[in-house]
């Protein structure tokens, strides 16, 4: 299992509820898929965009870390491809934690 944090960019048009309900359906993606969330996610508010993406000017932006299998990344990508409630995902892998010697 590597460890992971996704980036998820939501509409802008979406209410409280569903950018809850976004948050938490990535959530159930990502354990569906086999990974562990280490903590909520974490929102980051509303931001405009470098330049319009598909019509849409700010987005609300939300962090998630992760434990998951490697082979598992694409799928998660593909689970939520065509889900309304996600504009945009990425995710990147986190370096491995120092360790103490």
Do not use: C, W
Not at 18 to 23: C, K, M, N, P, T
Request: no cysteine; net charge neutral.
């Amino acid at each position: 299992m590597n460890r992971y944090e996704a980036m998820v960019i939501l509409p802008e048009s979406l209410t409280e509820e569903e950018i809850e309900a976004g948050l938490s359906l990535l959530s159930d993606v990502i354990k569906k898929r086999g990974g562990t969330l280490q903590g909520k996610p974490t929102r980051l508010g509303r931001k405009p965009f470098a330049r319009p993406m598909k019509k849409q000017q700010i987005g609300e932006y939300a962090l998630l870390r992760m434990e998951l299998d490697g082979a598992e990344v694409s799928n998660v990508h593909e689970d939520v491809r065509l889900e309304d409630a996600i504009f945009r995902l990425q995710i990147s892998r986190l370096p491995e934690p120092a360790k103490a010697s």
